[in-house]
C-alpha cells in the first residue's frame, strides 16, 4: 500500500508555470506506475499524465502534451508534474495516483489533492 499527498498547487497567472509534488509512503514505491489527474467544477476527473514505475514511458492527455512533463525521484520517493503555459482551462484540483501494473485503467491510491488555478 501506498500513501500520496500532493503538493505545489497555487495561483498563477496565464502563460505561468507551477510545479507539483507527490511525495509517497512505503518501500514499494519504485514498483508503482503513477499518474496525475485532474478535476475542474462541474466537471468529471480526468486523466493528465501517467509513467511507468522506472519512469522510461509516458503518457500524456493531448491538450497538455508539449506544456506538462510527468517525472518521478524513486530515490526520493516522489512524482512531480512540471506545468509550463499554463492555460484557464488548465484550472482544477490536481490529484497523484498509484496503481500496481501498466499506468492506464483504474488506479487505486489516491492523494487528497492539490487546487491550480489560472487566472486569465
Known amino acids: 500500500q501506498v500513501q500520496l499527498v500532493e503538493s505545489g498547487g497555487g495561483l498563477v497567472h496565464t502563460g505561468g508555470s507551477l510545479t507539483l509534488s507527490c511525495a509517497a509512503s512505503g518501500r514499494t514505491f519504485s514498483s508503482y506506475s503513477v499518474g496525475w489527474f485532474r478535476q475542474a467544477p462541474g466537471k468529471e476527473r480526468e486523466f493528465v499524465a501517467a509513467t511507468t514505475s522506472s519512469g522510461i514511458n509516458t503518457f500524456y492527455l493531448r491538450s497538455v502534451r508539449g506544456r506538462f512533463t510527468i517525472s518521478r525521484d524513486n530515490a526520493k520517493n516522489t512524482l512531480y508534474l512540471q506545468m509550463n503555459s499554463l492555460q484557464p482551462e488548465d484550472t482544477a484540483v490536481y490529484y497523484c495516483?498509484?496503481?500496481?501494473?501498466?499506468?492506464?485503467?483504474?488506479?487505486?491510491?489516491w492523494g487528497q489533492g492539490t487546487q491550480v488555478t489560472v487566472s486569465s
Open positions: 495516483a498509484a496503481k500496481q501494473g501498466a499506468p492506464k485503467g483504474q488506479f487505486d491510491y
